[in-house]
């Protein structure tokens, strides 16, 4: 879909000064849906860190790490603290819609990456900011990451077992939430500067999105004093049954959030007796009385396998297998659902990649590998004359075009 005319954001073009995860992930989304995305890398440094980070590398400056955030993009490498590399900048800032970095708070402007700056060189662009702290405020200069965020904002008191040591969420979903984020409102200004001419900053911060998805947990303190808490087997805080069952081998989550679904669960259990139970007279009762009605529960769960749950649960109420990585991505309904993209690298044709989960008139957007560093300045920035010779090892190799 990325080189198809008829892509949604197909004649947008974005430059991207981005590094590791919450802007590369947004902004893949935009080079998915047709941008045309190019990602500003420094040159000095070599590039985007990703390009880097091992164990599974691509050759000399490239990883398996990098690209999974980094399909359909260009790569253009440039030193902005050189003159004539500026000038290449702001050149191409120039025929851009939109500029978007995830530097640390107080760069931006010190960069001339805001909109104060780069207005006199394009009155329409859209200038998208991603930062730790946000860049109006006393942290504007501390960095940041994904981790802390999740630290700070109360999601680890959250996360994991009553007893265990706090725990963050596996991957780094602040980054992924906090890139889409930032895309809703540089899209949503992008149909504003269209209208009207004019561009202006977008910002958001690792911060501020890792503390909104407190969501209900901070309007109930914030109105009630209540301070919710880790709960057993990663049950609701207030409605049950919600979490985790033991089955005869291995675990199953299964979410009765309404009456109708209890009451499923119970015709299907072949307990009806326990619809007379005042205990168990409503989701919120339920969630008080979790650790009664869980000891049931155990015990009907347990006599038979996951396989025989899902079967006759998975079509009456919300249920679900909890695997690991490797069941995960190997379960049927995973490659019946088109979810594994075949995306050929020029140092390995078989690389497999998770598809984008949009699709657009029942088809997924077509995903190509970022392409190696500074691959673009020939094409971007004739004029700039300071990019970098390809790898070795991608010199030996059919680069992409």
């Not at 980070?53 to 691509?58: D, K, Q, V």
């Not at 900048?89 to 120039?94: I, N, P, S, T, V």
């Not at 963050?168 to 992008?190: A, E, K, N």
Request: glycine share 8%; hydrophobic share 40%.
């Amino acid at each position: 879909m990325s080189n198809n005319q008829n892509s949604p954001l197909h004649g947008v073009r974005v430059l991207s000064i981005e590094q590791f995860g919450a802007a590369p992930y947004g902004s893949m989304f935009l080079a998915d849906l047709g941008a045309e995305v190019i990602k500003v890398e420094n040159l000095p440094a070599g590039g985007d860190p990703s390009r880097r980070t091992g164990p599974y590398l691509l050759g000399d400056a490239d990883s398996y790490y990098h690209q999974t955030w980094g399909s359909n993009k260009e790569s253009v490498a440039l030193d902005l603290k050189q003159p004539q590399d500026r000038v290449a900048f702001d050149r191409l800032a120039a025929t851009a819609d939109a500029v978007v970095n995830n530097l640390r708070g107080d760069l931006p402007a010190s960069m001339g990456l805001d909109y104060a700056r780069l207005s006199s060189v394009n009155p329409k662009l859209v200038c998208l900011h991603i930062s730790a702290y946000g860049r109006d405020n006393g942290r504007a200069a501390w960095p940041g990451y994904d981790f802390l965020m999740q630290a700070e904002a109360g999601l680890m008191s959250l996360t994991g077992e009553p007893c265990s040591s706090p725990a963050r969420f596996g991957p780094s979903i602040i980054d992924y939430m906090t890139g889409m984020t930032g895309m809703v409102g540089l899209l949503s200004c992008l149909m504003r500067a269209r209208q009207t001419g004019l561009g202006c900053d977008v910002d958001t911060s690792l911060f501020d999105v890792a503390l909104h998805q407190l969501g209900y947990s901070a309007t109930w303190y914030l109105n009630t004093g209540f301070a919710a808490t880790r709960l057993p087997r990663s049950a609701h805080f207030s409605v049950g049954p919600v979490q985790t069952y033991p089955t005869r081998d291995g675990w199953i989550f299964v979410m009765c959030m309404t009456q109708k679904f209890w009451e499923a669960l119970l015709d299907k259990l072949g307990r009806r007796d326990l619809a007379a139970d005042p205990q168990f007279a409503s989701p919120n009762l339920r969630g008080q009385h979790r650790e009664a009605l869980s000891e049931i529960l155990d015990a009907e769960f347990r006599k038979h396998d996951s396989r025989h749950w899902l079967g006759i649960l998975g079509s009456v109420l919300p249920v679900a297998p909890v695997l690991d990585v490797v069941q995960a991505l190997e379960n049927p309904f995973v490659g019946e659902n088109g979810m594994i993209a075949s995306v050929p690298h020029p140092l390995n044709q078989d690389m497999r990649m998770l598809a984008n989960p949009l699709k657009i008139d029942g088809v997924r957007p077509v995903q190509t590998p970022c392409r190696p560093l500074g691959a673009g300045n020939a094409r971007l920035v004739p004029q700039q004359t300071s990019a970098p010779p390809l790898p070795a090892a991608q010199r030996e190799k059919k680069v992409l075009p």
